[in-house]
């Protein structure tokens, strides 16, 4: 069965600082993966997915992730964290059949950004 | 991306009584999901809500305590059925255009029982 771990339950950054966000995926074949953000009170965001095709992938607000086979990783990475950034990430991963799309989600990471 | 829309957004509810959520997407879709966010916690999938059968469920919920209905390609419900204090969390409605797009999802729907 398909998992996801994001070992890191909450961080905190300065804003301007650089963010990663780590995620490490259990699955048996090529994953599709996804990072998510949920700010409160509101729904989930993609901010990007990896099918195929370059490893390192852009999405929305600046974040860009990077897809390593090797290490079974997705991690998410900004450059420059702004104060807006504050939100809960989810990494997921996604079993494709002939009938379904089935998302399996880490735990998530709250990230606090400090003025 | 569609347009998703929940509703209710909030409810507050008596124990034993069951509470039905709307989800009403902009355009057709072919994939409709339904998840559970505990408070706290992550996302977990109730069911994939098929148009014009059955709900498939997946294991730990069951159609008697989640009904599902999908009339067509653009409108689903999610009722949780006498409901206990247990069942107070966020419900979240996603869809996806086909099994190889990837899922947007609604504001959700959150709910207390007293």
């Known amino acids: 069965a398909q998992s996801v771990t994001q070992p890191d339950i909450h961080i905190t950054v300065s804003e301007g600082a650089s963010l990663e966000l780590r995620c490490n995926y259990s699955?048996?074949?090529?994953?599709?993966l996804f990072w998510y953000v949920q700010s409160p009170g509101q729904g989930l965001q993609l901010l990007l997915k990896?099918?195929?095709?370059?490893?390192l992938v852009q999405g929305i607000k600046g974040f860009e992730a990077e897809f390593k086979r090797s290490q079974s990783s997705f991690n998410l990475r900004k450059p420059s964290v702004h104060w807006s950034d504050a939100a809960e990430y989810f990494c997921?991963?996604?079993?494709?059949?002939?009938?379904?799309?089935?998302?399996?989600f880490g735990t998530g990471t709250q990230l606090k950004v400090e003025l | 991306s569609a347009v998703i829309s929940q509703k209710p957004s909030r409810d507050i509810c008596q124990r034993g009584t069951s509470l039905t959520i709307q989800c009403q997407v902009d355009?057709?879709?072919?994939?409709m999901f339904w998840y559970r966010q505990q408070p706290g916690q992550s996302l977990t999938l109730i069911a994939t809500?098929?148009?014009?059968?059955?709900?498939?469920?997946e294991s730990g919920f069951v159609i008697d305590k989640f009904p599902i209905s999908r009339p067509n390609l653009t409108f689903s419900t999610l009722t949780v059925s006498n409901m206990s204090p247990e069942d107070s969390s966020i419900y979240l409605c996603?869809?996806?255009?086909?099994?190889?797009?990837?899922?947007?999802f609604g504001d959700g729907t959150r709910l207390s029982i007293l």
């Open positions: 355009s057709q879709v072919t994939m």
């Open positions: 699955y048996g074949a090529t994953p599709y």
């Open positions: 997921a991963v996604a079993q494709i059949t002939g009938g379904g799309n089935k998302l399996t």
């Open positions: 809500a098929n148009q014009g059968s059955e709900a498939t469920y």
């Open positions: 990896y099918f195929s095709g370059d490893t």
């Open positions: 996603s869809v996806a255009a086909d099994s190889n797009q990837p899922q947007h």
